[in-house]
């Protein structure tokens, strides 16, 4: 961990799923217009893989979901249904943390930016977003 970052906590609604990400206090939220995140109002910032930590004994009560090209990985929980984090398919290689999921008091700032989902390839084209799930120095 860097001065620039700190520790986030969060999970699912019933508690069962619970996840430590490393990311700064000020995050660049995505609202994605896809099928999926439409539906479920799906709002997150996006790390690298490493900086995500599943907590012991989450990992048996998520279950997966995919669709489309099977690229994306939407997990959630097998007892309340919440979609706390996910592997999206603008960055395979990371994780979708969704905002609300963060438990209260690290977040400090949240910049919301549009993915227009419903037109993948051109939103992916004319965006950065697939540059969040690399650590400083990595080729893109």
């Given at each position: 961990?860097?001065?620039?970052?700190?520790?986030?906590?969060?999970g699912c609604h019933c508690q069962h799923v619970r996840w430590q990400v490393e990311a700064s206090p000020s995050v660049i939220a995505w609202q994605c217009s896809?099928?999926?995140c439409s539906m479920r109002g799906n709002t997150h910032f996006i790390v690298p893989s490493s900086k995500f930590k599943l907590s012991a004994n989450?990992?048996?009560?998520l279950t997966t979901y995919t669709f489309g090209s099977h690229t994306a990985k939407h997990k959630f929980c097998k007892i309340c249904g919440i979609t706390s984090f996910y592997v999206p398919r603008s960055n395979p290689d990371g994780v979708a943390v969704t905002v609300k999921c963060v438990d209260v008091g690290t977040l400090s700032h949240v910049e919301y930016r549009m993915f227009d989902g419903r037109n993948w390839e051109k939103s992916y084209e004319?965006?950065?977003i697939s540059a969040l799930s690399k650590i400083d120095g990595e080729r893109l």
């Open positions: 961990m860097n001065a620039e970052t700190v520790i986030h906590s969060g896809c099928s999926n989450s990992e048996q009560y004319n965006t950065s």
